[in-house]
């Protein structure tokens, strides 16, 4: 099966005389997840949000499957996001929210081994499980590519853990891009990784040009 393909370049993002984003150029396919590292404070964010089609940049070309293609989120099963800020109802049931995104409550506890009561608030749920909640709604919807932003914040390490894996068992079915500040995590599950720093995007080819630019990452 011939792949799906999302590509952005030609974006340029200034807010006032300070340049945020330039020479930008990212692919990422289905079959794979495509990492975007940097530092806070980068422009990852603004990056994704430009990708999705929420912010508008100065200059941007997005194309999915080599069509010209400004505004991804308006096409229909194209792609989703997940942003920095919990996007659940805080009124709404657990419940509610996994009937609504077509869940299954069983196979969510036993992905990732958490408590949590079909009777329960979203607002009363811990950051750690809401979080978990979006991602999970998010991967198994039927988009072609999902992208997450700082997915692994506020996680512990062994509910990243089990994340990785579950982003391993999506992966033949959808392209995942995911941005973190957070070098190993993203070293450890990208298929393709590039690094936003000073505003340009660079593509790592290999392990030694990972090396060489690994003093810019927070560890």
């Known amino acids: 099966m011939i792949p799906h393909t999302f590509e952005a370049d030609g974006i340029i993002l200034r807010y006032g005389l300070r340049t945020i984003l330039s020479g930008i150029y990212i692919k990422a396919q289905t079959g794979t997840i495509t990492g975007l590292a940097g530092n ?8 994704m949000k430009i990708m999705f089609g929420t912010l508008e940049p100065e200059s941007k070309s997005i194309r999915i499957d080599s069509r010209h293609t400004p505004y991804p989120y ?11 800020q919990q996007f659940l109802p ?15 409550l069983p196979h969510f ?20 499980t809401a979080r978990l909640v979006e991602i999970y709604a998010l991967l198994q919807s039927p988009t072609m590519f999902t992208m997450l932003d700082e997915p692994f914040t506020h996680l512990s390490p062994l509910l990243v853990e089990k ?20 070098f190993h995590y993203l070293k450890s599950i990208a298929d393709e990784l590039y690094l936003l720093h000073n505003g340009r995007l660079k593509h790592m080819g290999g392990m030694a040009d990972i090396e060489a630019y690994s003093s810019l990452f927070e560890l």
């Open 40 to 47: 806070n404070g980068c422009g990852k964010s603004s990056l």
């Open 74 to 84: 308006l096409q229909a099963n194209a792609v989703n996001y997940l942003p920095q």
């Open 90 to 104: 805080p009124g709404k049931s657990v419940k509610s929210i996994f009937k609504d995104f077509n869940l299954h």
């Open 109 to 128: 506890i036993e992905t990732f081994g958490v408590e949590i009561s079909p009777s329960q608030s979203a607002g009363s749920l811990h950051g750690s």
């Open 163 to 182: 994340l990785l894996d579950y982003l391993q068992t999506v992966k033949p079915r959808k392209g995942i891009i995911i941005t973190d500040h957070n």
